[in-house]
């Protein structure tokens, strides 16, 4: 039933590691997200894809690559960690790209 | 280049009492859409209100209001009688015409104390 999922939850890794967060969501969106939430909440956008179509990709370092297999997924890889990656990760998806966003439920990554 | 400013990091307020989230934003497009998002402690986001540009109409919701001035570039949040269930960060955001454009403000603390 859930609308939003990722997964893994949790995740923690070593600095240079590579890492991959899954995100799925089941309510036939056209449109996904990934966020960065930081440790003083600020909300940053990184990335959207509309129908596996790249339409939002903030100045984020080229380590992190979402890439879109379908319409329901969007995942997130992350090459060669630093300590400054550490953050709660939101996936979201809306109908549109005009629409309101469903989120996921976070994945909390810490790099040590 | 868009904005979203919410001035107010911290507000904490005692039971029943009104409390007001301001939202200031800056956008060149005359076609745009405003969001409010609520964050429990528990983490998730959800979703509260939805207001495009042209739809200035103020709205009420149970408990919460919102009071959309175009003139002031302002998408302020009052919630009523507050709970401490109302105990949450919540974040304003302005997306542009495109859509290809979403900004967040800093989000703004709320503790209702009982």
């Known amino acids: 039933d859930t609308a939003v999922s990722q997964t893994p939850k949790y995740l923690v890794t070593q600095m240079g590691n590579d890492k991959s967060i899954k995100c799925e969501q089941n309510?036939?969106?056209?449109?996904m997200y990934w966020y960065k939430q930081d440790s003083k909440k600020f909300l940053k956008i990184m990335f959207s894809?509309?129908?596996?179509?790249?339409?939002i990709n903030e100045t984020v370092p080229n380590r992190f690559s979402p890439k879109s297999p379908d319409k329901a997924h969007l995942n997130l890889h992350i090459n060669s960690l630093e300590l400054g990656d550490s953050a709660v990760y939101f996936c979201?998806?809306?109908?549109?790209?005009?629409?309101?966003?469903?989120f996921g439920p976070g994945t909390r990554l810490t790099v040590l | 280049a868009q904005k979203v400013t919410q001035a107010q990091t911290e507000i904490s307020v005692v039971e029943k009492e009104d409390v007001t989230l301001d939202c200031v934003y800056e956008t060149r497009d005359t076609t745009y859409y405003l969001f409010w998002y609520k964050q429990p402690p528990s983490g998730e986001l959800v979703f509260l209100i939805r207001?495009?540009?042209?739809?200035?109409q103020n709205e009420i919701s149970g408990r919460y209001s919102w009071n959309f001035q175009k003139s002031t570039s302002s998408f302020n949040f009052t919630i009523t009688a507050s709970q401490v269930v109302d105990s949450a960060v919540y974040f304003c955001a302005l997306q542009n015409n495109a859509g290809n454009m979403l900004t967040f403000g800093g989000g703004t603390r709320l503790m209702v104390k009982p």
């Open positions: 894809y509309n129908n596996k179509e790249l339409i």
């Open positions: 207001r495009n540009s042209f739809d200035e």
């Open positions: 309510l036939g969106h056209d449109t």
């Open positions: 979201a998806s809306s109908q549109d790209r005009f629409n309101e966003q469903f």
